[in-house]
């Protein structure tokens, strides 16, 4: 018990790097980008890691990173000699710098200040060392990006940017169950093909006793497959070396690789010496949305689309699916979108023996694609065809009209803005781990279509009433109007106008244009006169002689208030000017102001008065007129004072009696059913209205 709790406290006090050592971990962080060759290193930097890794005997090492950046510009660490070996489980995690992203590194290792002969230089050579790591780094100008070598076991290189090396980017020498997975291989996440080229992208090799066997190299999750192009050989090399067990490099798996435009082959197992147990690849029978194909019983067959066996390369551009051959072979893969032209395949067996890449065959691809009109214009609906054609019919579509109007379901869009616009219609969901987008530029541009006919109908116009201006005009698209109607009131999109002066004016329409494209007007004129309308249906002379008169009529106020006892704005006065003229001189001294006076019967009152016809009166006026507010005036009646009047109202339509007012001015009222019959009798009183007479009628129904 007491050499348990020395050890403990042992290893609860090592302090490397800012971390504390626990449970046979360290934890060291490179905080520093210099390279200082001599020992002791300097504290914080790579090589010091590394070597406090190998001095290490507690278990594992993490090192990870802290490095001070520019902006987004990843760290650079230059090497001045090459990093010492790694003998011990050692994981050198990039993605901890701040800013990782997949397939962007923020920590760049670089060996181009490494002195010759540095075509023999590694960035990270691990030697008998199980569960050794590299993750998330940028690796170039080596001769070797990372080794795992001498029975290394379990180790990972993934997610990496590996590329300007010499001979390979990973070589896996002797070594077995290593995963090797999402790394981009003599090339970037933008697939750049650089100047300088390896020999292979990854090379699996081995000695006269051990080969290297069950190593997974990438993945069929998004993500996990490596990205392997350009190299001057091979993309995958499994390589036995000659006089070696040809059977040693055996059970390597390749899964979900893009490898593509190598110089030889993408996937090489060097037969007849033996890799993968010689594992042949399947062969395509048919080609389409259901493709077919034979392989050895139940093998794992992986589909990938390519771009075909240009210059005698086989091209594996994108992992599509994985099916499972049956008893007897056959195979069957059913698509639901075809990107490339040609497709590919691999096989592998139960020991996970996988093949080289079949041969390619040509199948039809899917089309993702759109078109629009030919001409164009702004401020008009532009209807975007889709010509999709797919496999299934599950996908939806988004489109992107490029102007910052949101995502859109439908293809019909409206610019509002000239200019060059980037549209796009993207599938929904993703497919391959990837947006599937077709892009197309549109030229959004001012049509300047012209009118056919520019053009406004002029009505008959009274002073102080209100005129209509009716627009004829036949115009493309769906522009906008402006109105001046000459009188000093200025521009409106309105066509209502309200002349208040007698007199000609010139009424403008303008089709309102824009600075490329300008307007059109039309001009006429128009006559505003002193409109006298002709009383229809009246009497066409009434000359009443000089006397008494009684005048009656009913007000009422546009108020809600229940406490006024009488109305006091409606006034009504009788003039009697000199010439026939609405705007004549009143009467001197005035007749009236009349007001109303008694009950108010459902919010009416009554006007009951009487005045003189004077012997030298030419011409009456009856002027109403509300002292505050809004007055109404309704069943205004003049008559001799030794006289009596009374008053009919009829249903304009059914021409039937609705009322009868009476010598009074109190309203009798009728009211009918649907077949006509009077039904009830309601008569208006100083109490309100009140129902006098009312019938009710019943008809047998007959059975």
Known sequence: ??????????????????????????????????????????????????????????????????????????????????????????????????????GKPMVVIDGSTIPPPANQSTAFYFDFVANGKVLGLYIRNFAEGIVFDHNSTFCEASYNVINQNTRSNILIKSSSDCIVKGNFINTDMNLMRFPKNSEEGIFLSNDANKGSTRNIIGGVLCGEGNTIAYTGSEGIDNNPNLGANPTLNVSNIYSGNVIFENV?????????????????????????????????????????????????????????????????????????FIEYSFITATARDSRNNTSELAPAKAITPSKLDFTFPEKVCLREPIIFTNLTTTCAGSFAFQWDFGDGSGLSTTGVHTYTSPGQYTVKLTIQPSIYCKTITKTRTILIKECCNNCETLDFLVPAVCVKDSAAFINISSCPGNPSYTWNFGDGTGNTSNNFHVYTTLGTYTVTLTKNGSPECPGQSVTKTIT????????????????????????????????????????????????????????????????????????????????????????????????????????????????????????????????????????????????????????????????????????????????
């Not at 008065?609 to 007055?631: E, H, K, M």
């Not at 205004?636 to 007012?661: H, N, Q, T, W």
């Open 1 to 102: 018990m007491a050499h348990l709790k020395i050890l403990l406290a042992a290893c609860l006090t090592l302090f490397m790097g800012g971390e504390a050592n626990l449970f046979g971990q360290q934890t060291l962080i490179v905080t520093a980008t210099g390279d200082k060759t001599t020992v002791p290193y300097t504290s914080g930097q790579l090589r010091w890691a590394i070597d406090q890794a190998n001095a290490y005997t507690g278990g594992t090492t993490v090192i990870k990173f802290n490095l001070p950046i520019s902006g987004t510009n990843p760290a650079l660490i230059n090497l001045n000699t090459a990093l010492p070996k790694m003998f011990r489980t050692t994981v050198i995690d990039g993605t901890t710098q701040p800013g990782y992203q997949a």
């Open 528 to 703: 505003v006169s002193e409109c006298i309308q002709p009383c229809i249906n009246c009497i066409g002379s009434f000359a009443p002689d000089a006397g008494q008169y009684v005048l009656s009529a009913w007000v009422k106020e546009d108020v809600n208030n229940p406490n006024i006892l009488s109305y006091l704005n409606p006034e009504i006065y009788i003039d009697f000017p000199t010439t026939n003229s609405p705007t004549g001189t009143p009467s001197s001294p005035l007749v009236g102001p009349f007001i109303a006076g008694g009950i108010i019967i459902d919010g009416w009152q009554r006007v009951d008065t009487t005045f003189a016809v004077p012997a030298s009166a030419t011409y009456i006026n009856i002027r109403l007129q509300c002292a505050t507010g809004n007055c109404f005036f309704d069943d205004i009646r003049i008559f001799p004072y030794d006289g009596s009047m009374k008053s009919y109202v009829y249903d304009p339509i059914s021409l039937r009696l609705v009322a009868e007012l009476d010598e009074r001015n109190y309203a009798t009222l009728y009211e009918y059913d649907e077949e006509g019959k009077l039904v009830r009798v309601k008569k208006e009183t100083e109490k309100g209205i009140m129902t006098i007479k009312e019938n009710k009628t019943n008809t047998l129904k007959k059975q």
């Open 264 to 336: 030889f082959d993408a996937i090489e197992l060097r037969n007849p010496n033996g890799a993968n147990s010689n594992k042949s690849a399947p062969a395509i029978t048919t080609t389409g949305c259901i493709t077919t194909g034979t392989a050895e019983p139940n093998d794992i067959i992986e589909l990938f689309g390519s771009t075909g066996p240009l210059n005698g390369k086989k091209n594996a551009n994108q992992y599509m699916k994985t099916v499972v051959a049956d008893a007897q072979g056959n195979w069957t893969a059913n698509f639901d």
